[in-house]
């Protein structure tokens, strides 16, 4: 496995909060990019070599890191709840030992840190103002903990440090927090100059394409709107988000066939009406070569021959309150052929089919006071004569009626055409081969994560897991018996997957949420 691209910090995805140690040893960066929600990650590095130290893992979100004025000791500030119930924690940590002591206050959150000298440290507390008439507010308190040596604390000295009295305050957020936490991306970016290395913050990649030639195509949520990089790992161009502060990247990528061209979704407007720009860039080079615009947001079906389908995906907030607009049915070239009634939709009926000779749907049949997302899903095949039910995408009651559609790959095998696809139900995120067209269940396999990206290549099915398992899983299409299960782990952190694409002679690239592709040749080799 091969990180791409390699430079420093590839770990941190969003930097939130910096912090350097006084002796200069250590660097520590909270941040999110593991998929684990509102909950604390704190990134530890050696700054002689910004090679991974450690990472310390908190079930609360991280409000304020500082280490000690002269010793390395790191303090950590947690923080949970909403406007009615707070929560927060207290957290040593000593980077030499790794050791790390953890205390849980009650009632409020740890929303500031600061060491006044080498005995102090200044604790300040959030709790909520519970007004229901003005819900949102907060009171702060402060206390001040003393310690002659903060080496070794134990957990009930800890506590009873913070347990002291606790005096209201007006919080100056310039004096508690700092620069580098003002500006953690520019930190980064310095230290790694320093070393004569480069560092820029990347947002998860949504979608991956591995072509044939071995370019990968990635669209990262955030600043760039389309990345092409070589099989080395060199980034040969890349798209910028558009300037307008109304659009951004919808992450939904069409590659033409003759893999020429690539077609991405730009949403415009806001989140109650949103439209969609599909620009068309050259691959050799990134230049834009054409542009449509649509009334509403965008989901992309496409089949081998080259149609796809820009369907109404209906994401918007609050719901739409206006029937959903018909699909496009395009050519490569953008040109359409026809449109398609495809119903009420929502991110429920995402169902991404990778190698298909027919244009897939989830198609939601009933109506009336039933809510778009419970409506029973079934799949359908459209074509010019219109769409045609195949199968109910339930194969068993006890799924339940919440059905969530995700990716999916089209085989045919010695076992006959196939959809393996993944299905998210109230007992997890199964991924089952289907036969096609009658929908019969060959296999099946349930896991407690999320099944963030399908593909399949000779006879193998490859599958990745997102937070809690972080795994790629390769199985056999034919039966679905496991072939291997690899943690997508490299410099000892794990990487959580966003997406995946396989290549004609077997490599394998992954998007994640950290910003990285995991490239992986098809041998299995480094």
């Known amino acids: 496995m091969r ?58 979100g991280v409000e304020g890191l500082a280490f000690h004025p002269a010793v390395s000791v790191l303090a950590v500030g947690t923080e949970d709840g909403d406007e009615f119930d707070r929560r927060g924690g207290l957290h040593l940590y000593e980077p030499e ?119 990968i195509l990635a669209a990262p949520y955030g600043e760039v709107l389309l990345e092409c990089w070589s099989p080395e790992g060199t980034l040969l161009w890349s798209v910028p988000v558009p300037d307008d502060r109304w659009q951004r990247s919808g992450c939904r990528l069409y590659v033409t066939p003759d893999e020429e061209s690539v077609w991405i979704t730009v949403l415009e407007g806001d989140s109650g009406d949103r439209r969609t720009l599909l620009r068309r860039f050259a691959l050799a080079d990134g230049e834009q070569l054409a542009e449509l615009r649509l009334d509403f947001p965008v989901a992309i079906a496409r089949r081998t021959d080259g149609a796809w389908v820009a369907r109404d995906s209906r994401e918007l907030f609050p719901g739409p309150r206006w029937p959903p607009y018909e699909s496009v049915v395009l050519t490569p070239s953008g040109r359409q052929l026809a449109t398609l009634a495809l119903g009420e939709s929502d991110s429920s009926y995402d169902f991404p089919v990778r190698r298909s000779p027919h244009l897939l749907f989830l198609y939601g049949v009933g109506g009336g006071e039933v809510p778009t997302e419970i409506l029973q899903k079934w799949v359908v095949r459209a074509d010019p004569e219109g769409i045609e039910r195949l199968f109910p995408f339930a194969w068993d009651d006890s799924l339940g009626p919440h059905l969530i559609g995700g990716p999916a790959v089209y085989v045919d095998d010695e076992a006959g055409p196939g959809l393996i696809h993944t299905c998210t139900a109230r007992d997890g995120t199964h991924l089952v081969r289907r036969a096609y067209p009658s929908g019969a269940v060959i296999w099946a396999h349930r896991f407690d994560a999320r099944v963030p990206g399908v593909d399949a290549h000779a006879g193998l099915v490859h599958a990745v897991t997102g937070a809690g398992a972080c795994e790629l899983l390769t199985l056999r299409a034919t039966e679905g018996t496991e072939v291997r299960r690899r943690p997508l782990t490299l410099g000892g952190h794990t990487y959580t997957p966003t997406s995946l694409s396989t290549g004609p002679n077997g490599d394998l690239v992954i998007g994640t949420a950290e910003g990285r592709l995991i490239s992986m040749q098809s041998d299995g080799r480094e």
Not at 11 to 37: H, K, L, N
């Open 3 to 60: 990180l791409i691209p390699d430079d420093p910090f590839p770990e941190v995805g969003s930097p939130y909060t910096t912090c350097a140690s006084a002796d200069g040893r250590w660097i520590a960066v909270s941040c999110q990019a593991s998929g684990r929600g509102g909950l604390g990650r704190i990134v530890v590095y050696r700054a002689s070599d910004l090679a991974l130290w450690d990472q310390i893992m908190l079930e609360q």
């Open 97 to 215: 030992t790794r050791r790390r002591t953890d205390v849980a206050v009650a009632e409020a959150g740890v929303t500031a840190l600061r060491w006044r000298d080498a005995r102090r440290l200044e604790v300040t507390f959030a709790r909520p103002v519970l007004d229901f008439e003005d819900l949102g507010r907060e009171t702060y308190t402060r206390s001040v903990a003393e310690c002659d040596d903060w080496h070794d604390v134990t957990a009930d000295t800890l506590a009873a440090l913070v347990s002291g009295p606790r005096k209201p305050v007006d919080v100056d957020w310039s004096a508690v927090k700092g620069p580098d936490i003002d500006h953690p991306r520019r930190y980064l970016a310095d230290v790694a100059a320093q070393q004569g290395r480069a560092w820029t913050r990347r947002r998860g990649a949504e979608v991956v394409e591995l072509l044939r030639d071995g370019r």
